[in-house]
């Protein structure tokens, strides 16, 4: 009962003061809303990273042909012919940690249609591992395999986006699609990716929505190539997961050089190094931010002790009479701390419902990632109550140390 009273007393006594006390609500609602909203957005980008990651396959290696003006591919060519497939092979054979690999090539696309409706994707030649390392859903149908490999077959598999562009209607599983100057059977359709956004580090992610699969030896032989162009247009190697990628980069990139005759035709995306920097720079963001978002509790917190030593001054016969009716030095520290803690208190609360909002108001604007995290919310609520406590305890002592007859005569 006698903690109910002091609370019911400390109520009353803020609400007399309620722009003062709105004031120093402020700092305590801006300081755990940037908090939660840092913490929140971190959270999403962090899992958003890690999604985007895990589409190119955290423990593959991507190997990609570059590309060059008409006569510097010419001299390249004296020298190395650029990706192929013995590349791959060899890539599996000679180094121990390598445990697969796929190859895929851009087909020169000018026209995709049905009889339903007409794509503006492109054709992909890819080999029939190549689902297996990148880790495509499938949303109807089967994936390319390797007697579709072996038998030269017309059949195709759909991104999600040229699936629906080819057959509004739905059913694509069966019906034939033309490719340039080629029928194709549609044997499969992939489920459409949860990636927010098309770029991760400077790699084009989401592409494969708006794409036709079609075996790597139909594309092979079946499509006229630019000369000189490479067999393949990149590589993925899948590395053992006991294995350092950054390490087997290395190995893969000494192999290729030498393959390649030391020319410098091909570039290897380490997508485990991606996430390593993403990581790091995720990390000093947060750092930045929380470092804002304590000054911010600091300030709620100074603004917290300058009102209730305020307050000490303005009630300073209340405390004289209360000192006199027999209350204890304990009473007046516990009014005072009850005081400011209700004010972190409600601040914390208001802040919270500030964090989310501001949430969401960042993640519509900016289009970041924002995931919902209860440590969060916890952690800020737990720091400004910390705060109210910590900076209300200096003010309750001083109040209570004041002698009761001078408290009596002040004016």
């Given at each position: 009962m006698k903690y109910m009273a002091i609370l019911a007393d400390t109520l009353a006594e803020l609400a007399q003061h309620k722009l003062r006390t709105l004031l120093t609500?402020?700092?305590?609602?801006?300081?755990?809303?940037?908090?939660?909203a840092m913490l929140n957005i971190g959270e999403g980008a962090e899992r958003e990273a890690l999604s985007m990651i895990d589409s190119m396959g955290l423990h593959?290696?991507?190997?990609?042909?570059?590309?060059?003006?008409?006569?510097e591919l010419k001299e390249q060519r004296k020298h190395?012919?650029?990706?192929?497939?013995?590349?791959?092979?060899?890539?599996?054979?000679a180094l121990p940690f390598i445990e697969a690999f796929s190859a895929q090539k851009e087909i020169d696309t000018y026209s995709i249609f049905s009889a339903k409706g007409k794509s503006d994707g492109d054709a992909l030649g890819v080999s029939a591992s190549f689902f297996e390392l990148s880790k495509f859903a499938l949303y109807q149908g089967r994936y390319l395999d390797s007697g579709d490999e072996q038998a030269f077959a017309q059949v195709a598999v759909l991104g999600s986006s040229s699936a629906k562009q080819l057959f509004p209607l739905g059913n694509a599983v069966g019906q034939n699609i033309k490719i340039n100057h080629l029928w194709f059977k549609v044997v499969g359709v992939l489920e459409a990716p949860f990636l927010k956004k098309e770029e991760f580090q400077g790699i084009k992610l989401g592409g494969e929505q708006n794409q036709v699969f079609i075996p790597l030896s139909a594309a092979i032989h079946k499509f006229p190539a630019k000369q000189l162009v490479s067999e393949v247009s990149s590589l993925k190697f899948k590395v053992n997961k006991d294995i350092d990628p950054i390490e087997a980069a290395k190995a893969v990139n000494h192999l290729l050089n030498r393959r390649h005759n030391d020319v410098d035709d091909f570039d290897i995306t380490i997508p485990a190094a991606?996430?390593?920097?993403?990581?790091?720079?995720?990390?000093?963001?947060?750092?930045?931010m929380s470092c804002v978002a304590g000054i911010s509790l600091l300030v709620g917190g100074i603004g917290i002790m300058n009102i209730m030593l305020a307050t000490v001054l303005e009630r300073?016969?209340?405390?004289?009479?209360?000192?006199?009716?027999?209350?204890?030095?304990?009473?007046?520290?516990l009014q005072f701390v009850a005081e400011s803690f209700t004010i972190s208190i409600l601040g914390g609360l208001l802040g919270v419902v500030f964090g989310i909002l501001l949430s969401e108001l960042i993640s519509l604007y900016s289009q970041w990632a924002v995931y919902w995290s209860l440590s969060a919310i916890?952690?800020?609520?737990?720091?400004c109550a910390m705060v109210g406590i910590v900076f209300g305890v200096y003010p309750a002592i001083k109040a209570s140390k004041l002698d009761p007859i001078d408290a009596l005569q002040s004016d």
């Open positions: 609500l402020l700092g305590m609602i801006f300081g755990v809303g940037a908090v939660i593959n290696l991507i190997v990609t042909g570059k590309t060059f003006e008409e006569n190395s012919r650029g990706l192929s497939l013995r590349d791959g092979e060899i890539g599996v054979s991606l996430l390593a920097q993403q990581k790091q720079t995720q990390q000093i963001f947060n750092i930045v300073t016969k209340e405390i004289g009479l209360l000192r006199a009716v027999g209350a204890t030095q304990k009473d007046i520290r916890v952690l800020s609520f737990s720091i």
